[in-house]
Nanobody
């Protein structure tokens, strides 16, 4: 059973940066495409970025292009979401999820989910 654990969230001022981590134990993450989703209060969960098994990636939300970067370190069995130039509208609970074998923009296609980490962007 794949278990995902997110970390790295917190409170940051506008313009600041955070790096989220999605780690797994017992099962290799490089067998899965990993997506980062976010859900703001009162809004639906949306896919932000996804990285394929091959390492190719894409951002799905236009507002994060050029600011968010997804990457994976197979040696550490961890996927990261580097978030720069954060804005108040980035405030949400961020989740990582695993999908075999390809990225998808649809949450229902992901089989495994972490518990989420809160990101709050506020002055």
């Amino acid at each position: 059973q794949l278990q995902l654990v997110e970390s790295g969230g917190g409170l940051v001022q506008p313009g600041g940066s955070l790096r989220l981590s999605c780690a797994a134990s017992a099962v290799r993450l490089d067998y899965y495409a990993i997506g980062w989703f976010r859900q703001a209060p009162g809004k639906e969960r949306e896919v932000v970025s996804c990285i394929e098994v091959t390492g190719s990636s894409r951002n799905y939300v236009e507002s994060v292009v050029g600011r968010f970067t997804i990457s994976r370190d197979n040696a550490k069995n961890t996927v990261y979401l580097q978030m720069n130039s954060l804005k108040p509208e980035d405030t949400a609970v961020y989740y990582c999820a695993a999908d075999a074998p390809y990225c998808s923009e649809y949450a229902y296609e992901y089989d495994y989910w972490g518990q989420g980490t809160q990101v709050t962007v506020s002055s």
